[in-house]
């Protein structure tokens, strides 16, 4: 059923009241506060099929209303407008994007640190590169029992590696190793160099030693190492402080989920479309975030990477005011670093390095 105007004004108030005070709503505010020419008879019926329709609900019978995820989901999509940065909030974003982005060793700390200091929750800050691939196998034959592998990546990264071999092996037979491997190994990712493919080049050089699987999980090691996301987690006390986690088992409960790196590379992030992401409540997939919203903002940091920053907090979230400032300092990371603002999408975060910085 499609919503008429009063009610999406009502449902609005209602949420903008909540956001501010994280106490539920009644009629009498709203008609103080809305700006509608009803009576508070009519604002209380409009609650009552807000609530019917899973918008709102009602804590106690005596109590005001609270909004619901569907309630919120419909007030991000269709109701709140995004906030306009005074120019003190501007300045300050611009300020510490130029400070903090003279070290890009410390840039995924940085800007989750800034993005928890302006938004007042805790926030979450990943950066992955673009797939790496081998361009080139050099196998060098040393001795018998020893040889180097040296792998030249596809972002001119070197990589190699001594092995030494309880068995004695032919210089032939490495250099024979060499060519199967700049035949079938190079251009190709992690996931694709798989045990048939190795099996395969086994058989096809006799190779009864294991030395193929030596070189590929070499190969695999190197590329992984490449794919590497960092990944950090700042103002996570900042979760103590709103009235919905002051039960501090509540709020640990969320914040080792997001302490966890596999459950950080489970959060949808790259593969989003658009450069704003928001779920609310139920949406988000793991159970631990079931009561939480999260705020994404994707941003490109050049040279083939591309990050995400975000903040977690209540459903009762100022969608608005965040939005905004996580696009802000998103645009201007994509400014900086890429001198373009660009959005070419990766396929994803791959293995996560991950660093909690709970200041």
């Known amino acids: 059923m499609e919503l008429s105007e009063r009610k999406k004004k009502i449902l609005a108030a209602v949420v903008d009241e909540y956001i501010a005070t994280a106490e539920p709503v009644g009629s009498k505010h709203i008609a103080e506060k ?32 609270v909004p619901t995820a569907q309630g919120y989901r419909i007030y991000v999509n269709e109701l709140m407008q995004l906030q306009k940065l005074s120019e003190e909030e501007t300045q300050e974003i611009n300020r510490t994007l130029d ?33 790496s691939t081998v361009k080139r196998f050099d196998l060098i ?29 032919e210089q032939s037979m490495v250099q024979k190793l ?30 009864t030693m294991g030395l193929t699987a030596v070189i590929a999980a070499f190969a695999i090691e190197i590329l992984s190492e490449e794919k590497a996301a960092q990944a950090t987690l700042s103002g996570g006390a900042k979760l103590l402080q709103l009235p919905e986690f002051r039960d ?36 988000n997939i793991a159970e631990e975030l079931k009561d939480s919203s999260v705020i994404l903002a994707k941003y490109n940091a050049g040279d083939g990477m591309q990050g995400i920053i975000g903040v977690v907090g209540p ?3 100022d969608y608005s005011t965040v939005a905004a400032k996580l696009s802000y300092i998103a645009d201007g990371l994509s400014k900086v670093l890429s001198g373009s603002g660009g959005d070419k999408a990766l396929p994803g975060f791959g293995k996560l390095m991950i660093k909690d910085t709970n200041e």
Do not use: C, W
């Open 34 to 65: 809305s700006g509608l020419e009803v009576s508070s008879a009519t604002i209380r019926n409009e609650l009552a099929e807000l609530t019917t329709m899973g918008y709102l609900q009602q804590p106690h019978t005596s109590a005001g209303r």
């Open 99 to 131: 400070d903090r982005l003279r070290q890009l060793d410390r840039l995924v700390s940085d800007v989750g640190k800034l993005a928890a200091e302006m938004t007042n929750y805790p926030a979450l800050a990943m950066t992955a590169k673009a797939p």
């Open 141 to 169: 034959y040393v001795d018998s029992n020893t040889f180097i592998i040296v792998a030249m990546l596809s972002d001119n990264a070197v990589k190699n590696k001594l092995v030494h071999l309880p068995f004695s092996v």
């Open 178 to 207: 060499s060519t199967v491997f700049n035949a079938s190994f190079t251009g190709i990712t992690e996931e694709q160099i798989s045990p048939l493919l190795i099996s395969s080049a086994e058989r096809s050089m006799g190779d």
């Open 248 to 283: 501090p088992d509540k709020a640990h409960k969320v914040m080792n989920y997001l302490s966890d790196a596999e459950h950080l590379y489970n959060l949808p992030g790259m593969d989003f479309g658009d450069d704003l992401k928001v779920l609310i409540g139920p949406e």
């Open 315 to 317: 459903t009762r979230m």
